[in-house]
């Protein structure tokens, strides 16, 4: 029987976030001479605030280098980054390493492929709607809105909801 996503949302200490796909919506804006944008959502970021001011640690983990996450972590007040890995599942062992959460309180966002070992690692595994397929299919819980588009807030959200005491 499986565990209801609220139930395992009740214990998350750490949440940790894929980027391009996750916060973002996965396009990638270069520009002439290599610089790169991306768009964010604020409500997204508003949403990490508030479950890092609820005790939740974050962690960010892409497969791709950008100086643009890295300041949007800054401005967020996420201390946990960690850009360029492909192989995230050795990463994500390292998060753990470094805030001594264990896995199973742990909520990891994914929306690709490469995102799929640590969904499954985590103690509580999240897509976002726009998902592949089969990231959809294994995760514990799947967003309603898309990367990019309130996603993270979505989760962010279910895992405050989950901490309230007089939850439903």
Same mark, same amino acid.
């Given at each position: 029987?499986? =565990?209801?996503?609220?139930?395992?949302?009740?214990?998350?200490?750490?949440? =940790?976030?894929?980027?391009?796909? =996750?916060?973002? *919506?996965?396009? $990638?804006?270069?520009?002439? #001479? &290599?610089?790169?944008?991306?768009?964010?959502?604020?409500?997204? &970021? $508003?949403?990490?605030? !508030?479950?890092? /001011?609820?005790?939740?640690?974050?962690?960010?983990?892409?497969? !791709? /280098?950008?100086?643009?996450?890295?300041?949007?972590?800054?401005?967020? #007040?996420?201390?946990?980054?960690? /850009?360029?890995?492909? *192989?995230?599942?050795?990463?994500?062992? /390292?998060?753990?390493?470094?805030?001594?959460?264990?896995?199973?309180?742990?909520?990891?966002? @994914?929306?690709?492929?490469?995102?799929?070992?640590?969904? $499954?690692?985590?103690?509580?595994?999240?897509?976002?709607?726009?998902?592949?397929?089969?990231? !959809?299919?294994?995760?514990?819980?799947?967003?309603?809105?898309?990367? @990019?588009? #309130?996603?993270?807030?979505?989760?962010? *959200? $279910?895992?405050?909801?989950?901490?309230?005491?007089? !939850?439903?």
């Amino acid at each position: 029987m499986r =565990v209801a996503p609220k139930d395992l949302a009740a214990r998350i200490r750490l949440a =940790v976030f894929d980027v391009d796909g =996750v916060m973002t *919506d996965g396009r $990638l804006y270069l520009m002439p #001479g &290599g610089e790169e944008m991306k768009v964010f959502h604020a409500s997204d &970021g $508003l949403g990490l605030k !508030r479950l890092m /001011q609820a005790g939740v640690e974050v962690a960010f983990l892409s497969g !791709r /280098q950008s100086a643009v996450v890295a300041e949007r972590a800054a401005a967020l #007040g996420v201390q946990y980054v960690y /850009q360029g890995h492909e *192989d995230k599942l050795p990463v994500f062992e /390292q998060i753990l390493s470094a805030t001594g959460i264990a896995a199973h309180a742990t909520a990891f966002t @994914g929306d690709d492929l490469p995102d799929l070992p640590v969904i $499954l690692a985590a103690g509580l595994g999240i897509a976002v709607a726009n998902a592949a397929s089969k990231v !959809r299919e294994h995760a514990d819980f799947v967003t309603s809105r898309p990367g @990019g588009e #309130g996603a993270v807030r979505e989760v962010c *959200d $279910l895992l405050l909801d989950a901490r309230s005491p007089g !939850r439903a």
